[in-house]
């Protein structure tokens, strides 16, 4: 979720070499939101940024987690001082951008990772 065409561009192209599937995008926090009801279970990971017209990011992410509050979101923004609000928000990691595509590989594959716990 980014309102900058070529970013989404790049996290598909890169997502998709290394075996992932994208499997929505949006181009701004209303959009994401609608997106990720519509997709329900399909949804592994949410790559959400701040700054997006209609609805910011940390919004978008309070929404999402109200339905689904276990919807695993990577929180990727220029603005450092978002993080603790994101982080808040209940994202479960923070990139600064401009960050290393390493790193956002890196972040997605410890969420893939995560074991949910039973009680």
Do not use: N, W
Request: hydrophobic share 45%.
């Amino acid at each position: 979720m980014d309102d900058e065409e070529f970013i989404i561009e790049l996290y598909r192209d890169i997502l998709e070499s290394k075996g992932h599937k994208v499997v929505a995008v949006a181009g701004d926090g209303e959009e994401a939101v609608r997106k990720y009801k519509e997709l329900g279970e399909r949804v592994v990971i949410v790559i959400m940024d701040q700054r997006m017209p209609v609805k910011d990011g940390v919004t978008a992410t309070q929404e999402i987690l109200s339905f689904d509050p276990d919807a695993k979101i990577l929180f990727g923004s220029a603005d450092l001082q978002i993080k603790s609000d994101a982080l808040k928000a209940g994202a479960k990691d923070f990139l600064l951008k401009p960050f290393r595509i390493e790193a956002l590989l890196k972040a997605i594959e410890e969420l893939e990772g995560e074991q949910e716990t039973v009680s």
